[in-house]
């Protein structure tokens, strides 16, 4: 008996499954939209991915309505299947007119808020995305320092199914940064962390800077920026953990950096591991500075050296589809790197796109790329593209993403761009021993999204007023040589000390190129309008000097850059030299000026620095050169003097000479009060002669050499750095005016 009611309901069971399986497995004969107003009937078929005939199920309908819903079009949606007809109602959203944003007034925060928004003028209103769209206005206005906003929409409804969306913004107090913390073990001091990240601490006087509120992307770009300056300084497993703002008053923040740099490590086993067919010979320039760098502090500007190195011989022997795999091996504190070579596959460059470029030219990108369509693709050359987009300093993030192509044998490169301001205004003041002095700027750097450098100036001390305005295109016409124009004006008054006062103005312009790896060559002309005065103090020979002058120079230049970083260097060298040569002059003057500096690191966390300096004025024609070319020892060249009152003399005025030499050699003490955060202690010895009278070779030209030793010390202060120097003259001319201390302190506004 209980297995005959047992198969009755197992019976009845599948008659059920039966049932609802063909209730919802019907084939739909015929589809009816009701309800849209606005939206076509064809778009919501497209939007519910279902086809008239489909099969249609439980799963399905489920589906269409996921479809539907996600496209934001509908506040409601009912589906129905009555005889095979699938009948799809809905309610379709509101419509938006317009988007009203009140409380914001300038247009750059505007673009800022509006940028990562959903919701736009005529698309569909939903709550959810309304509400998504206010917390990404408060989060953006944080990125730019408005901590204290507060967002209200209001929804404005309209006839026919629209409505305008009006948000209310109270920006509140910008949250200023009342100070700057490290913590952990940071090696380094406070002062020197300070100058290598961008934001620094609120003062009242700092009224132009923007760096003094708090700024989340700063953040993130001040973290990056302290751990490469920790990998180039070894410390490979540096951590920072972590960087957080603590409210200190109503709209005060202290930012807290938390730096673990751990061990310094050192390079040891570098190899090279090539393909069969390479010649190993091709690499020997590279094995060369694999052994120069064995015992060496880590640096990861080293390792892309090397890879840039190997870039360029791969590339010169032909060898298109490669790339560069670099495997590390840690031992203690010694790591051995492998840079593997391997031959890729080889696929064609189909499409380069470039995305987020709203005010950056698609050529000013493109033309810094070292692929192009149609090229083969080269990992090298990819990742050096990157890197020069990034090297612009335009942009805040650039993303290299290779997806496949539309054959085989293609790829597509897509360039994700963010973009990020690029002016600046700039004012500061000094006052030191020499005096007092102002300065003021406005930069661009990326003039109407061209890519070109516009850099407008002036300083006023209390014996000069400069003023330039330049122009820098870094490619000009793709030729990847920069061209250079500048407008400046200088006045020099030294009538009370030198009896005479010049105005100059004029214009120069230059180009600029990578001759040679790391040698940079500049070609320019310059032509100034010069006017001399003098009073009853100048001696009879410096008032011949009156008058007006018209000169025209031709430039050059050789830059051989070997610095391990621009920025707080700390090895390598540079080699500067410059020549201007007369072509229309009235005394044609001659100027050669050449300038050494060589960098290293005697011991931990030391900087030593030796430079020699030289430069030459004189006249092509045997004519006297204008007071204005004479030559001064620079102060930084030469502490312990006066500036302007050492070498040859004229009367009571100290007149410059011709020829200028100088000797330097300085090296930081980090052991002096190590743990004097805000301080930096400098040893230095400088000796300096500067001799040549053209204009009378009777008068002394008091070429003894001049040599000085100190201590100099750098404080970074409330207000600003303060440097002063302590230095014994240790040789000098009998004529010479010494100055046992000095000091200099500015700020920025």
Known sequence: MLVKVSKFFNLISLLIIFLISTAYSNDTSKIEFIGNERIPSETILMLSKFKNGDTLDEEKINQILINLYESNFFKDIQIKLDNNILRISVLENPLIDKINFEGIKAKKNLEIIKKNLSLKSRSSYTENLANEDVLKIKSSLKEIGYYFSNVELFVEELSDNQVNLNYKIDLGNKAKIKKIKFIGDKKYKDSKLKNIIISEEYKFWKFISGKKY????????????????????????????????????????????????????????????????????NFDGIEKLFQNLKEEPYSINSVRDIVEEIELVVLNDQYEATQTIVNEQINNNKINLTFKIEETEKFTVERINIFGNDITRESVIRNNLSLDEGDIYNDLLAKKSENNLKSLGIFADVRTNVIQGNSDLSKIIEINIKEKATGEIMAGAGFGTSGASISAGVKENNYLGRGIKFDSNFFISEASIKGQVGIVNPNYKNTDKSLSFNVQSLETDRLTDFGYKTNKSGISVSTTFEYLRDLNLSLGASSFYEKIQTDSTASTRQKRMKGEYYDTFTKLSLDYDKRNQKFKTSKGFRSFYNLDLPIISNTNTLTNRYDLKHYTELYEENVTTT???????????????????????????????????????????????????????????????????????????????????????????????????????????????????????????????????????????
């Open 214 to 281: 708090l700024n989340e992307q700063i953040i993130k770009f001040d973290k990056r920026l302290l751990r490469n300056f920790y990998l180039n300084k070894g410390y490979y497993d540096v951590n920072i953990n972590s960087s957080f703002a603590k409210l200190l008053d109503t709209d005060e923040f202290e930012i807290i950096y938390n730096i673990n740099a751990n061990n310094k490590f050192y390079f040891n086993d570098l190899k090279l591991d090539l393909p069969s067919d390479f010649n190993i010979e």
């Open 611 to 749: 430079s020699f300096f030289l430069e030459t004025a004189f006249s092509l024609t045997d004519d006297d050169i204008k007071l204005s070319e004479r030559l001064f020892v620079p102060s930084k060249k030469l502490r312990g003097f006066e500036y302007g009152k050492v070498g040859p003399k004229d009367g009571d005025d100290f007149i410059g000479g011709n020829y200028l030499a100088a000797l330097n050699f300085s090296s930081t003490i980090p052991q002096l009060f190590p743990s004097a955060q805000n301080f930096e202690f400098l040893f230095f010895l400088d000796i300096a002669t500067l001799w040549g009278v053209d204009y009378d070779t009777s008068l002394d030209t008091a070429d003894d050499i001049r040599s000085s030793t100190g201590l100099a010390i750098d404080w970074m202060t409330p207000i600003g750095p303060l440097n002063f120097s302590l230095a014994q003259p240790l040789s000098k001319s009998k004529s010479d005016i010494t100055e046992s201390f000095r000091f200099n302190i500015g700020t920025t506004f």
